[in-house]
């Protein structure tokens, strides 16, 4: 089944403004979701917009709560989200990196006590949109074991890099450092498939690609084993003493994946080099991938952010497609 | 075997002088190999320094050039490396991003046209002595296939994250965005062993954890399969745009790995929360991952950085093992 990009957005939006949220607020939350079931980013569109309506409406989060700025020092500042709606406070806050960028070169907002952001994608497109190198990361509740550990205690913090390209389609990477996203290992049950390679453990203690399996342990396979486990724990560690909010470990205390620590970096490359100049850059390198010879016959390689772009042409003439019974949940709210 | 700290450093400074390294200078690079080598770092201590010195004697790297400040703007630097010798530039241009850092909140300089580094948690720990966070990358020769690829066409781009303590003993991770690095295929392979998980693919394009055969193919496994790609395009990409100098696709011209691009960042986390808040953070996350429950019986979690600190204790007691034909190679120079 195939929803049109119109009509989700609006039931999305529907919901929101029944939940609390201004028209204004509404409409921007709504379109950051189907913005991601748009590239094809199901698991941060409509597949999590029922977790959303039960954290407002277990108060869990404050439609009226805004970002404010605590400190400021330079390019750098210290934002307290106040458990408000993630996306927005996000938003609001890569915003104000790339005025610090503007003015200093480079800046950065330490975003404590903020709700979940959905799809960081979002906010490293928001920086390319604007001119802007973005980097940033978020800590999240702990859903993996530490390297060597049986019990989750570090988060799968995504992180994302975008470089902007005059064209639009952008040159981003958006990981979860787990090897699999819970999204993702939600989605591939929900089709009664196998991940493409190991994502976690089973009960034995054995590596395993079947989705229900790891969903039973919850041990999740960082990306790249001791790795992933070890840039996770910078990156919690980082945010953490950036905000002095709330760690991974401390999240893990609220029940609810609520009160994230995310750091927002902008970098304006174009006050040495322009556009123009970066499009080179990036077409080159563009065309060197692409040169590659495929290991599969007629496969081809993709530039990082390339897929969304495609799946989200797709998308816009043919409409999105839906778990169903994900959207009959959204409907019935 | 085994070799005290002083005597490998003295045996280094010697070649290096004979190479036309001024006393300070050979002082100086000399420390950066023994200390790669005390902390535990082979590949990028003993077993990497006769390659330095090929370097030298094809004249691929200019002993006297210093790098140079090129453009400037706020809290971000461009600056040529004038393919000098890398680790002394890397060192400069981190002393620079921590002045930046102190008069900004964080500071960004774009190091082009440098000699690898060798070992990225070298600046990530500068960067952390000195009471800063550090985030630090660097560009390679091209040494792994893009995913879904089969030429060599990416680098594997080591990436640093550090956080200051005040004891010294930072939490840094340095890792390069192959699963393993080539000096540890070459160290695993000098020991006639076998990687603990899949390193890369050999002939017959399959995944394999034997080091020889992985050099066969010098197709190497990027940590976390499509993500490492990803990342990895991201971070030659920003280099290249902030440097306007030599991506990786450039590099592989050069026949040898230089006049590479690096990125070092500084952030004055000290400007929000003091070094105490900093060290409580750090203790409570450090005790909280060392509750989990090892996998193996009477396994042990250790935090990023904490093993180099234990092992760095071993060798400046005990000497530093070493691989008896590259300490040869070294003393014959």
Sequence with gaps: MRIFYDEMKNEFKRVLISRGFSEENADAGAAVFANNSLDGIYSHGLNRFPKIVEY???????PEAVATCEMSMGAIEKWDGHQGFGPLNAKLAMDRACELAKEYGIGLVALGNNNHW??????????????????????TMPNMPAWGGTERKIGNNPIVFSVPKSDGNHVIVDCALSQFSYGKIEETKLKGQQLPVHGGYNEAGELTTDPAEIEKTWRVLPMGYWKGSGISILLDLMATTLTN?????????????????QILIAIDVKKFHSQEQIDAITEEMIAD??????????????YPGEREFATRKDNLENGIPVVLEKWEEVKGF
Tied chains: 1, 2.
Excluded at 118 to 136: H, N
Excluded at 289 to 297: A, D, F, G, N, Q
Aim: hydrophobic letters at 30%; aromatic letters at 6%.
């Design 289 to 302: 991938l692409k040169s590659s010879t495929p290991i599969t016959e007629g496969g081809e390689i993709r």
């Design 56 to 62: 407002l409406d277990i108060k869990k989060m404050n």
């Design 118 to 139: 959905l799809r960081g994608g979002t906010y490293g497109r928001q920086a390319a949109d604007a001119g802007y190198i973005g980097i940033c990361w978020s800590n």
């Design 245 to 261: 909010a709330h760690s991974v470990q401390k999240i893990g205390t609220f029940k609810e994946e609520v009160g994230l620590s």
